[in-house]
Nanobody
Framework: QVQLVESGGGVVQPGASLRISCSAS????????MGWFRQAPGKEREFVAA????????EYAGSVKGRFIISRDNDKNSVYLQMNNLKREDTATYYC???????????????????WGQGTQVTVSS
């Protein structure tokens, strides 16, 4: 089925911007709602952003709303997370996830996603 691979993480200073990507294999990507989650050491995995299958609906965690933008390009089998004005508390491993159940429904719970990538590390420090 669909396999997800994240990329684009790195070490940046507070206030910087970074765009991370999730590349999907498989031909059913365009039918899936997609989400970004993150997990810091010792913390629970938390919802960051989600987007429906055609990009018409998005949702963000309150901690990132106004700073992060989720987008997708179904022709490229990719979903992106543009992160602006990064803060130290944004440091985490960021995971891409796919929900194959209903592409028009955006879910914010990790349990709603069946397919996960390996994660990409984002570190915000001076």
């Amino acid at each position: 089925q669909v396999q997800l691979v994240e990329s684009g993480g790195g070490v940046v200073q507070p206030g910087a911007s970074l765009r991370i990507s999730c590349s999907a294999s498989g031909r059913t990507f365009s039918s899936y709602a997609m989400g970004w989650f993150r997990q810091a050491p010792g913390k629970e995995r938390e919802f960051v952003a989600a987007i429906d299958r055609d990009g018409g609906e998005t949702e963000y965690a309150g901690s990132v709303k106004g700073r992060f933008i989720i987008s997708r390009d179904n022709d490229k089998n990719s979903v992106y997370l543009q992160m602006n004005n990064l803060k130290r508390e944004d440091t985490a491993t960021y995971y891409c996830a796919a929900d194959p159940r209903d592409g028009l429904v955006v879910v914010t719970l990790a349990g709603g996603y069946a397919i996960w990538g390996q994660g990409t590390q984002v570190t915000v420090s001076s």
